[in-house]
């Protein structure tokens, strides 16, 4: 099966069968008692980040028991318990839904491999990013093989920051001559905060011998009004503009979402929604819409979205700006 969470669920399987077998509604669990039921240790994020253990369907083991109807609560990761409980709604949904054919998104991966294909054979016509060991690297193809570990479940990731923090480890494997930091600000580059629309670069990448540097943005959206993180895609992608302006060689946005909101073909004229499902183009004045908001971005540039998947469910697209 191609969706990576799927599979990967198996692995929590034993694990979905001792909730099913208890009981009482409610079970503590300790996460030794866990990794015993397992027969396998927990990855090490899993006692490092309560994100982990949050009711997510964006990663394995809470994917898996949230389709066996239960949540979790009361993560302590200093004890390295936590509890969970039946949540009836969802054993009621399942109950409905038993027998029935649920419509899934599709996912014409056949012309995800042209798209790849096409755009490598435009990059090859480019200078490269980086070179190492003699070997021509583009940052997309980077991210493919990134997004790749995520697929194969080699990489767990459950918030923005735990993206930020699993590309910046694999960068730094992969391009090991340059700094790889988090969160810089501006002017840590002599650049005024007051000529920017945000202060933080997510990920900044710098060699002082070659006088290059490049920023990446990073947006990943699991909740939360769509409208609103739709702008906020916009935000970024103005200020990667802003720092391409003020000397840095080139810069990247990379979106993930598990939301098809932000990729199906509705979208209302004169909307961000437009933009985003109808366009997939970023361009001109963008107006936030929530609300009775004023706030805009005016982007100079016209930078395209072609979302790619990551399994099933989660989708993303980088763009370079």
């Known amino acids: 099966m191609y969706s990576c969470f799927e599979e ?47 009711n997510s369907p964006t990663h394995t083991l809470m994917n898996a028991v949230l389709h066996a109807g239960w949540m979790s609560k009361k993560t302590n990761l200093q004890k390295k318990t936590v ?32 798209f790849r294909r096409n755009r490598d ?15 021509n690297i583009y940052f997309e193809q980077l991210i493919d093989e990134f997004v790749s570990h995520i697929t194969k479940g080699k990489t767990e990731i459950y918030n923005e920051a735990s993206v930020q923090y699993e590309l910046a480890m694999f960068l730094r494997e992969k391009i090991p001559d340059y700094k790889i930091q988090l969160e810089r600000n501006v002017k840590f580059f002599n650049l005024e905060k007051k000529n920017f629309v945000k202060k933080e670069i997510d990920i900044v990448l710098f060699i002082k011998s070659q006088n290059k540097k490049f ?41 993930l979402t598990p939301h098809r909101s932000f990729w199906n073909d509705n979208g209302k004229q004169g909307t961000i929604y437009e933009k985003f ?28 979205i072609n979302w790619l998947s990551i399994n099933d469910t989660v989708r993303y697209f980088v763009m370079r700006v």
């Open 277 to 304: 499902r109808k366009e997939k183009e970023l361009y001109g004045k963008i107006k936030n819409d929530i609300g009775d908001s004023t706030e805009k971005v005016n982007l100079n540039g016209r930078h395209k």
């Open 8 to 54: 990967n669920e198996l692995d929590y399987l034993p694990f979905v069968k001792f909730l099913k077998s208890q009981i009482s509604d409610d079970v503590s669990c300790s996460f030794e008692q866990i990794e015993q039921i397992l027969g396998k240790p927990m990855p090490s994020s899993a006692y490092k980040y309560p994100a982990w253990w949050a």
């Open 83 to 114: 509890s969970f409980y039946k949540d009836s709604l969802a054993i009621q949904k399942a109950v409905l839904t038993k027998g029935k054919k649920i419509k899934k998104h599709t996912i014409d991966l056949e012309k995800e491999k042209e």
């Open 121 to 135: 054979t435009q990059l090859e016509k480019e200078k490269p990013d980086f070179v190492v060991g003699g070997k």
């Open 215 to 255: 920023a990446i943005e990073i947006k990943f959206p699991v909740n939360g009004e769509i409208p609103i993180q739709m702008f906020h895609f916009c935000k970024d992608v103005k200020f990667l503009e802003q720092l391409k302006e003020s000397g840095f060689t080139d810069n990247f946005f990379l979106a």
